[in-house]
């Protein structure tokens, strides 16, 4: 059945209309949803459509095509078919496992039973009957069967709440309020009745938006948003029963909407062996085409001397015909089994990273997550690291530190007297929490006659009102529910002083301030919005003032500040020092409103309220108009701490050679403390600070910058470059472009500041498509999503801002520390393994198949086949299958404790420089090599013929088997020469394949004529074992091929130690109990340019005033500077020594 096309994107202006209690006028999709590439029916054709689709099996279909003509074939008919069946079996029974489990899944949702009214009743029916416009009643704990509209519920006021877990993640309550047009049809007569429609917009996948418009016939029309709106997959909570009107059936839900396949992503390895193999296709045709030729010198000059071959001239063949011949011969050149090998290989690598220990986050008991295999060994080339900062670099958990109220500030405590404490009415145990906001000097103002009080009370009031936190119950304790950690670090944060958020109904907030209730209407909200910055709710307050409180980004709300407004400067200042110390900052401001100030404000809210098109829009041009004249109260400052370990991995990541680049959307002295806190900067790096208010400035900046730096400009120095998303729109600039990109790449760290998900991506997109270098993108928000799937591989970090991220990842992770093993030791090992996986794979099909090729000069070009056509097919299948498996899914070029100590290491896979074309000829080079001496050596040796005992003679088909043997045993021992880490697994792939052969060449000698099959193959087995010739050449050919190989593999790790061979020799040196020594200087040499040292830096004389080369203020977390390093695992042994380059 596949994917719908509504998922390719859903037409969102698309209006559709749908009417009450008419269900033969709503014709929309069925409720049933299949999320299964295939049906009983489309299986075959479909999977046969993508299976030749990959240039290899199309290849291998078309020469077994020529291969049915009669007279081409030089091997038979059927020697390419059973090969490309047997593969194509193993992979379509993969597909037929996974796609059943779809099917079962599917069928398990399609068929719960929910409750709809029709006829006049209500009715039990399965989820995939349930139709748009249908009226389902769902109770407490159920899931939600379709999209509907809330019309009516049991609790008080229309309320129901629901949990959107498998939406977005978050854990916490949702509220939603029907309209109070319908609020009270809940009997079957009210419901019988209702008549009218919903125009709404078409299908999407924004789950946080909703237009719609409800028409019930007599009534004026009412706005219908995302607070009516209950969506498929979400469970109803503390909640007896809701009802609701079917708006979205089926693949039309914004749950499915959601369910989009992912971006294509294909490693660098994988396109460098796709054009290898392109240009192996060419190398056979050139083959073909010179033994063509080699066939017409031949004839010419035996012509006279082949009498006896009976060759006539009508028999002869065009030019194309004995081309066709040459092509089949040469064909398995290209490897049949390749495909299905690196699939089996990559899965299982995914598994291993699934299964890691050391990435199991035992907080929330998450694993890391391989959300594609198809990029394994791109982990291992990373060299760009684009990480989000909060959630990613910092736990996404709020802790309230510090306010300023009327222009003081509340929470340095390392000014306050300890004495004060003892003249507090209320208990010190009430106000401190661990690591939480605690400064007695505020509540001593508020209950004196501080000048200040007043300002105190409403700041406190604000920040208990103004929010969308829900209040949950649990005995005496208050849960609090919150979309936003800030959110709930506020309300948490006043709560210690008294101020307690207790009761939430849709038009009402209650709060207890010092042990009285007061409840606040709720007018309006006008909701937060990442273009906004900024979050307000207009209430009457229990004396009766209309009040319009509102509290968000500094940019924002000091536009829109009264004249009349004080301690402006005050709070700028304080603002700039919590931004230096890492703290989120929010300005907290209100406005009194009049009673026609609002009415006449309220008319435009329900216009904008009721528009189709662009409707956001227009909301928040109706709320800019009332969010004005705000006097400010102060603002609040909120600490994320950081993870666990992130200053540790990113050192280590950047003594990886991997850069690291900053994308945030926070301000930007937040972020460069942050910095600071993390290790990414230093006190010594001067800094290139970017903060231009015009195209000109910031081209004049750019400019000047690059020209400073002189030759150096294009080279990592140690460097920082911060910058904010304004100066970044004029960066992107056609003419500013290519400069800002190499000042960046200039720079060791990069900081993009206060940017929008789009800026993140275009960033992202920038690297990738101008530096020749892999990219990994990091983050865990909805607003990440953008840069995780432009980067060549992304991955999502399981947090606290919902799934969207980790959804829409390659690779899922609890912890940016995680992120250290995940690139260095799965990243590094996997390209070992992948990439010698391929390289094995050409390498013994390059051997056998050539000889072919030789073969042919012996044969006069006449396309006979030295072996036997079954044996050639089964070499790839059966023979030859186990070695490059054990290397992809085994090979280990040092322990995990290595990688991890000696993070040089993986410049070794970041520099691509064990496969890449030089790499790959040099290894076909090598195979040419060795399939020359296993067939001319051998041919030497029978050249004289002999005679067998009874009086056998030998033929060609001796000296075949003979061959075929070597190269059995010649590819095995090649396959041990190339492994780094032996196992029991190595041993059985190795030796077990020669014995499988032998097995098989005894049994097949044997089958006829009990079995009509190979009949010139009776008695051979007989004919070797007993000749010497054989046992000789069992020997001394396979020494012969890799002697070669095994002298420079010794000479080049004597000669051209590289740091990979030292640390190797020290691991085997440890086995006998000896110490590690210090890695020697030689065996760090890499090709990549060493960072200058600070001092050459300096000797560079920036002009522009955009560099700041001033120590930091100060570190922004609460993290032990000195301390000695926790995290678990063999990388963190306090005795290894250090390697470091500049």
Known sequence: MGWPQSLQGADVSKVRTIYLNEPLRNAFCKNSISTAKYSLWSFLPRYLYLQFSKGANAFFLFITILQQIPDVSPTGKYTTLLPLMIILTISGIKEIVEDYRRHMADRLVNTKNTIVFRENEWKVIMWKEVNVGDIVKTSNGQFLPADMVLISSSEPEATCYIATSNLDGETNLKIRQALLQTADMQTEKQLSSLSGKIECEGPNRHF????????????????????????????????????????????????????????????????????????????????????????????????????YIGMKESSSHGLGFDILVFIILYHNLIPISLLVTLEIVKYIQALFINWDEDMHYKGNNVYAMARTSNLNEELGQVEYLFSDKTGTLTCNIMTLKKCTIAGIIYGNLSNRSDTILDNLSVSPSTITE??????????????????????????????????????????????????????????????????????????????????????????????????????????????????????????????????????????????????????????????????????????????????????????????????????????????????????????????????????????????????????????????IQLNSKSLEATQQAVNQNCQDLGILLGKENDLALIIDGETLKYAFHPDIKRNFLNLALSCRAVLCCRLSPLQKAEIVDLVKKHVRAITLAVGDGANDVGMIQTAHVGVGISGNEGMQATNNSDYAIA???????????????????????????????????????????????????????????????????????????????????????????????QAGEIFNTKVFWFQCINALAHSFILFWLPMKMLENDMVLQGGYTTDYLFLGNFIYTYVVVTVCLKAGLDTLSWNKFN????????????????????????????????????????????????????????????????????????????????????????????????????????????????????????????????????????????????????????????
């Not at 909703?210 to 016939?217: A, E, H, Q």
């Not at 980004?553 to 020092?577: G, M, N, P, Q, W």
């Not at 030791?825 to 056998?848: D, E, P, S």
Request: charged share 20%.
């Open 208 to 307: 946080d938006t909703f237009i719609g418009t409800l028409y019930l016939n007599g009534k004026s029309p009412v706005a219908v948003g995302p607070g009516q709106v209950l969506l498929r997959g979400t469970q109803l909570k503390n909640t007896q029963w809701v009802l609701g009107i079917v708006i979205y059936t089926g693949s039309e839900t914004k749950f499915m909407q959601n369910s989009i396949k992912l971006p294509l992503k294909r490693s660098t390895v994988e396109k460098v062996t796709n054009v290898q193999i392109l240009l192996l296709f060419l190398l056979l045709l050139a083959m073909s085409l010179v033994s063509y030729v080699g066939a017409i010198l031949w004839k010419e000059g035996h012509g006279g001397d082949i009498w």
């Open 815 to 909: 912890q940016f520390s995680y992120l250290e093993k995940l690139l260095l030791v799965h990243g590094a090992w996997n390209y070992f393994r992948v990439t010698k996986c391929i390289l094995y794979c050409f390498y013994k099909n390059v051997v056998l198949y050539i000889i072919e090729l030789w073969f042919a000069f012996v044969n006069g070009f006449s396309g006979q086949i030295i072996f036997e056509r079954w044996c050639i097919s089964l070499y790839n299948v059966i023979f030859t299958s186990l070695p490059p498996l054990t290397l992809g899914i085994f090979e280990q070029c040092c322990s995990e404790k290595s990688l991890l100590r000696y993070p040089q290491l993986y410049r070794i896979s």
């Open 987 to 1142: 041993h059985l792939a190795i030796w077990g394949s020669i014995v499988i052969w032998l097995v098989f060449f005894a049994i097949y000698s044997f089958l006829w004529p009990t079995i009509p099959l190979a009949p010139e193959m009776r008695g051979q087995i007989s004919m070797a074992l007993v000749c010497p010739h054989f046992w000789l050449g069992f020997f001394i050919v396979p020494i012969m091929c890799l002697i070669l190989n095994l002298l420079w593999t010794s000479i080049t790790n004597t000669c051209n130690r590289t740091l990979l061979e030292e640390v190797r020799e020290m691991e085997s040196g440890k086995v006998q109990g000896l110490h590690l020594p210090t890695v020697s200087e030689k065996g760090m040499k890499t090709k990549h340019p060493q960072l200058p040292l600070p001092s050459q830096l300096h000797q560079v004389v920036f002009q522009d005033e955009s560099v700041d080369r001033s120590a930091p203020h100060g570190y922004a977390f609460s993290q032990l500077e000195h301390r000695g390093s926790s995290q678990e695992g063999p990388g963190r042994s306090s005795d290894a020594p250090a390697v470091e380059t500049r």
């Open 434 to 687: 661990t690591s939480g906001f605690s400064d007695p000097m505020l509540l001593q103002n508020f209950e004196s006659d501080h000048p200040t009080k007043d300002y105190i009370k409403e700041f406190l009031t604000l920040l208990c009102v103004c929010h969308t936190v829900v209040p949950e119950r649990d005995g005496d304790d208050i849960i609090y529910q919150a979309s936003s950690p800030d959110e709930a670090a506020l309300v948490k944060g006043v709560k210690k002083f008294g101020f307690v958020f207790t009761t939430r109904t849709p038009s009402s907030v209650t709060i207890e301030a010092m042990g009285q209730n007061f409840t606040f209407e709720i007018l309006n909200i006008l909701e937060f919005s990442s273009n906004r910055k900024r979050m307000s709710i207009i209430v009457r307050t229990p004396t009766g003032k209309l009040r319009l409180y509102c509290k968000g980004a500094d940019t924002v709300i000091y536009k829109r500040l009264s004249d009349d407004s004080l301690f402006v400067k005050e709070t700028l200042a304080h603002l700039e020092c919590f931004a230096k110390e890492g703290l989120r900052t929010l300005c907290i401001a209100y406005t009194d409103l009049t009673e026609k100030e609002y009415q006449q404000w309220l008319m435009e809210y329900k216009k904008a309220s009721t528009v189709l098109q662009d409707r956001m829009q227009s909301l928040e041009e109706c709320y800019d108009n009332i969010e004005k004249n705000f006097l400010l109260l102060g603002a609040t400052a909120i600490e994320d701490h950081l993870q666990a370990h992130v200053p540790e991995t990113i050192t280590t990541l950047l003594k990886a050679n991997i850069k690291i680049w900053v994308l945030t959307g926070d301000k930007q002295e937040t972020a460069i403390n942050i910095a600071y806190s993390c290790k990414l900067l230093s006190t010594q790096m001067p800094r």
